[in-house]
Nanobody, 125 residues
């Protein structure tokens, strides 16, 4: 069982930055690909970013490329999402998720087997 706890969400203005954190309670964190997804009201959950267990591969949704950066610190069992130049359309609940060990990074939420409870990000115009 893997527990994921997100933090760092909040209310900001357009153009501001936020850093989300997700801490995992598992000894296998350093061998797991991690991802961030988001879900806005009335919309499906969508892929945001993913990073493999070595940090050598990262992928982003086109809508956040160049503005968001995913990173991880395996010593701290934590994955981060640095969000810059935030836009109102980035408003959503952001979820951290984990794939099985040694999995190729995926953009489909069905490839992730553990999820956090989510953290709200609200960007005002």
């Amino acid at each position: 069982q893997v527990q994921l706890v997100e933090s760092g969400g909040g209310l900001v203005q357009a153009g501001d930055s936020l850093r989300l954190s997700c801490t995992a309670s598992t000894r296998t964190f350093s061998s797991r690909t991690m991802g961030w997804f988001r879900q806005a009201p009335g919309k499906d959950r969508e892929f945001v970013a993913t990073i493999d267990w070595t940090s050598s591969m990262t992928y982003y949704a086109d809508s956040v490329k160049g503005r968001f950066t995913i990173s991880r610190d395996n010593a701290k069992n934590t994955v981060y999402l640095q969000m810059n130049s935030l836009k109102p359309e980035d408003t959503a609940v952001y979820y951290c998720a984990s794939q099985r060990t040694y999995s190729t990074p995926a953009k489909s939420h069905s490839e992730y087997d553990y999820w956090g409870q989510g953290t709200q990000v609200t960007v005002s115009s």
